[in-house]
């Protein structure tokens, strides 16, 4: 085999392997922040029913919070005791997060902070029903559908398996040192990542869309 096809080869591989890496790091990192939501809204709850303000119930989440939203929290306290306006810190911590779940608690935060409301707890255990129910029907259907990552998985990695069996034949193995050979082994590697990629996004679930998007009023 050419070392260019080898170069090539090795190149694609490498890309592929990065980028998969990259996505498992992220879905992780998304898996474990929204199964963290539901801890905050009753760690909110609880601080709330205790007395406490809401801009020190969100400071606390900053040591008590789930790890994946600490950091956030953590520079959300610093700013407030910097001296920064609530809505200004609140703003940027939802911009942080950017989520329709973090979108609907910190607008409900910020019109009990701005103009009251009895019905503040009520509203944050509603929402942290309504994000329980969604993980969990998300999960089961996560896992209901893990064959089309399984199918995958399996698409891309069957061709390659027969291609090590051909390669123990002489008249195959000679054949794929031609360049003809080398340059169907590349367009194979190509169309392997690019239907894998294909498959894993049709067994990605639609992420839902923020309603709340709009800047919070600093005035």
């Given at each position: 085999?050419?070392?260019?096809?080898?170069?090539?080869?090795?190149?694609?591989f490498?890309?592929?392997?990065?980028?998969?890496?990259?996505?498992?790091?992220?879905?992780?990192?998304?898996?474990k922040?929204?199964?963290?939501?539901?801890e905050?809204?009753?760690?909110?709850?609880?601080?709330?029913?205790?007395?406490?303000?809401?801009?020190?119930?969100?400071?606390?989440?900053?040591?008590?919070?789930?790890?994946?939203?600490?950091?956030?929290?953590?520079?959300?306290?610093?700013?407030?005791?910097?001296?920064?306006?609530?809505?200004?810190?609140?703003?940027?911590?939802?911009?942080?997060?950017?989520?329709?779940?973090?979108?609907?608690?910190?607008?409900?935060?910020?019109?009990?902070?701005?103009?009251?409301?009895?019905?503040?707890?009520?509203?944050?255990?509603?929402?942290?029903?309504?994000?329980?129910?969604?993980?969990?029907?998300?999960?089961?259907?996560?896992?209901?559908?893990?064959?089309?990552?399984?199918?995958?998985?399996?698409?891309?990695?069957?061709?390659?398996?027969?291609?090590?069996?051909?390669?123990?034949?002489?008249?195959?193995?000679?054949?794929?040192?031609q360049?003809?050979?080398?340059?169907?082994?590349?367009?194979?590697?190509?169309?392997?990542?690019?239907?894998?990629?294909?498959?894993?996004?049709i067994a990605?679930?639609?992420?839902?869309?923020?309603?709340?998007?709009?800047?919070?009023?600093?005035?």
């Amino acid at each position: 085999m050419q070392p260019i096809t080898l170069l090539i080869l090795f190149t694609l591989f490498t890309l592929a392997l990065y980028l998969a890496i990259i996505s498992y790091k992220a879905s992780k990192i998304r898996v474990k922040r929204a199964e963290a939501w539901p801890e905050v809204l009753d760690l909110l709850i609880s601080s709330l029913q205790s007395g406490a303000s809401i801009s020190e119930s969100l400071a606390n989440l900053a040591t008590v919070g789930p790890q994946s939203t600490r950091n956030e929290f953590d520079r959300f306290s610093k700013r407030l005791i910097a001296g920064e306006k609530f809505e200004v810190v609140l703003n940027d911590l939802k911009e942080e997060f950017a989520d329709p779940i973090t979108d609907q608690l910190f607008e409900t935060l910020y019109f009990a902070t701005k103009f009251g409301s009895k019905n503040t707890i009520k509203v944050l255990r509603e929402i942290s029903e309504y994000v329980s129910a969604d993980l969990a029907l998300r999960a089961e259907i996560n896992t209901r559908f893990g064959w089309i990552k399984n199918s995958a998985n399996l698409a891309a990695l069957a061709p390659w398996l027969l291609f090590a069996i051909l390669r123990t034949q002489e008249n195959a193995r000679v054949a794929y040192l031609q360049p003809t050979g080398q340059l169907l082994m590349i367009f194979g590697v190509v169309a392997t990542l690019l239907a894998y990629l294909w498959m894993s996004k049709i067994a990605k679930l639609p992420k839902p869309k923020r309603l709340f998007t709009m800047q919070i009023s600093t005035k």
